[in-house]
């Protein structure tokens, strides 16, 4: 499927290197020991390594890949601690997804994966415009039928929402590039039950699931007086397809 229209092009540079500029070295040092301390002072060392060079040509290899992903299941303990566990997460999952030179070569990820690096970038209030363009680059060469990449096209649709320089034009066409890629989606997915059914939603991860339904009910509240009619029922109606699917298995 086609680049979503929206007045940036992709890129995931901006983005990675605002959520790496935004870390300290305790940052760093909590992110390395998360695999139970195991190979702590090669993991510190990379990380030092990737803040001293940026992103561009460094190396994820599979060993780090871990210790991120344990990074991008971390909670907020206390209000103390929220802000610097979300921008250790962001950090972590921005790596992830945004580290190679085209979206298909990172690491396999999924919608869980996904919600953790959205809600961290909506605590931090990272600026709008590296987020649209870097959620524009990974779907710029999704596969039709992939799951992800629907989850991803409403994430883009929630911040577009709030952009001014996202048109109207431009936010009908992602909401019907979403519904279209979710219908592919549903008819992929293995035993599904109807036609429009939306079934390809997650499926036995509760707390994920009600991540995912906050943010979904929460789209209608992003619509302005300037997107006008259209855009308004556009959004209620992608909001009645896709909280059912989401909801059915909390």
């Not at 802000?83 to 945004?98: D, E, K, P, T, W």
């Not at 431009?170 to 992929?188: C, K, V, Y």
């Amino acid at each position: 499927m086609p680049l979503i229209a929206v007045p940036f092009s992709g890129d995931q540079k901006e983005l990675l290197a605002q959520l790496l500029d935004a870390l300290d070295d305790e940052d760093l040092k909590r992110i390395a020991r998360l695999d139970y301390g195991m190979d702590y002072d090669e993991h510190l060392a990379k990380l030092r390594k990737l803040r001293a060079i940026g992103p561009d040509g460094f190396d994820l290899d599979g060993y780090l890949l871990e210790v991120l992903s344990l990074c991008a299941w971390s909670e907020p303990s206390s209000d103390e601690d929220m802000i610097r566990v979300h921008r250790q997460r962001a950090f972590s999952c921005g790596l992830v997804y945004c580290s190679g030179s085209k979206p298909s070569d990172r690491p396999y990820t999924d919608e869980t994966n996904l919600i953790q690096f959205i809600e961290s970038l909506i605590v931090l209030g990272q600026p709008r415009l590296a987020v649209i363009t870097s959620l524009c680059w990974l779907l710029s060469d999704v596969d039709v039928g992939d799951r992800e990449g629907v989850f991803i096209g409403i994430a883009l649709l929630m911040f577009a929402l709030q952009e001014k320089r996202c048109s109207n034009d431009e936010i009908l066409t992602l909401i019907d590039w979403i519904m279209r890629a979710g219908d592919a989606a549903d008819m992929n997915e293995p035993g599904r039950r109807c036609v429009r059914g939306w079934d390809f939603g997650i499926d036995g991860r509760g707390r994920f699931n009600t991540k995912w339904r906050a943010l979904m009910a929460s789209l209608p509240g992003h619509v302005q007086t300037r997107h006008g009619s259209l855009v308004e029922e556009g959004v209620a109606l992608l909001v009645a397809m896709t909280l059912p699917a989401v909801t059915e298995y909390i």
